[in-house]
């Protein structure tokens, strides 16, 4: 019995099956109840010896997630370790908070467990800058890019932040908004808050429209609580907003309840505009507008550059990946 073999009986992802079989938060009630019956109806039990655990790891891949309520993360991560398996490599998923560093886990994981390769998602390019010149195997980081940092063993695959920043921001001027209000993470431990915070700035720029952060930027955590409350302590410095670019999707749907909570309308008092494109986005009510990442293509072009340069040392790439404006139905005309 391995774990495909719960997913295909129980009727969830290998990467569902994974994340209970790991205890993570992220899994609703009734797929833990339904996994865990085929779980213990063939008594089947992770085997948790230190020397078992590096025999498999030492033949395999650990993926290293920054946050557990990252949504586009989930589905990027699910098809990541669909496709390893696939391939014939174990895969270890590690956690850690969104503040922490990422290196210094994965100098930890080959220390104890030695990988052949491994791939980040989520990223701050400073901890990167620091020490990940200590890292000896082959990396991919993934939605993000690593061009810059000039590391041989260090591909990635990502979409341009700023730019696609800059096109929620020219989508909401386009409709008559400039009292524009943006929600986003910290920008000192999230590369991606920095960079779309830039496209932002760049876009009210090029539109002639003062920007003033203090007043109108609001950093939180990546989930729908902190992007709630994000959005009532913005509203508070600024209660004449008519729109919302909010740096996840997940921050949105927070930012909409509240601004519902508030007795305004979405988008008939406030437009809100999210990023990333998850599935959730499309079943809201309003449908949100959003920016969608390719994560299907940053997922198998992540993976097939780790196998390469893990079977054949090749030199590290950078890719960006496309994105597409949603237009749904957050966002109206002022």
């Known amino acids: 019995m391995t774990i495909k073999d719960i997913a295909r009986e129980s009727g969830y992802a290998v990467g569902t099956v994974s994340r209970v079989l790991n205890n993570h938060p992220e899994v609703s009630d009734t797929a833990r109840k339904k996994i865990m019956e085929v779980v213990d109806k063939y008594h089947f039990r992770l085997n948790s010896n230190a020397k078992h655990l590096k025999q498999q790891a030492s033949k395999g891949v650990t993926i290293i997630v920054k946050g557990s309520q990252n949504m586009l993360f989930a589905a990027i991560l699910e098809r990541m370790q669909g496709l390893l398996e696939e391939k014939g490599y174990a895969c270890r998923i590690s956690y850690i908070g969104e503040e922490e560093n990422e290196v210094e886990q994965a100098l930890q994981v080959c220390r104890e467990l030695r990988p052949l390769g491994l791939l980040f998602l989520g990223s701050n390019l400073e901890y990167f800058r620091e020490r ?154 309003p449908k949100l507008t959003t920016i969608r990442q390719d994560r299907e293509r940053i997922a198998d072009r992540s993976v097939e550059l780790l196998i390469e340069s893990i079977g054949e040392g090749k030199a590290a790439a950078h890719e960006v990946v496309p994105f597409r404006v949603i237009v749904g139905e957050s966002t109206g005309k002022l």
């Open 132 to 285: 990940f010149s200590e890292v000896p195997v082959p990396c991919v980081l993934a939605t993000n890019s690593a061009e810059g940092l000039g590391f041989e063993n260090l591909s990635s695959v990502g979409t341009d932040d700023a730019s696609a920043a800059a096109a929620a921001i020219d989508h909401l001027v386009s409709l008559g908004h400039v009292k524009i209000g943006i929600l986003g993470g910290q920008m000192e431990s999230s590369q991606a808050a920095y960079t779309r915070y830039q496209g932002c700035k760049q876009a009210l720029a090029s539109h002639r429209i003062v920007f003033d952060p203090e007043r109108q930027y609001e950093a939180a955590l990546f989930s729908m609580q902190a992007g709630y409350q994000a959005l009532e302590r913005l509203m508070e410095k600024m209660p004449d907003l008519t729109a919302v670019f909010a740096m996840s999707d997940v921050m949105a749907v927070g930012a909409v309840r509240a601004i519902r909570d508030k007795g305004r309308q979405v988008p008939g008092d406030i437009s809100v505009v999210g990023f990333d494109g998850i599935e959730l986005s499309q079943y809201l009510t």
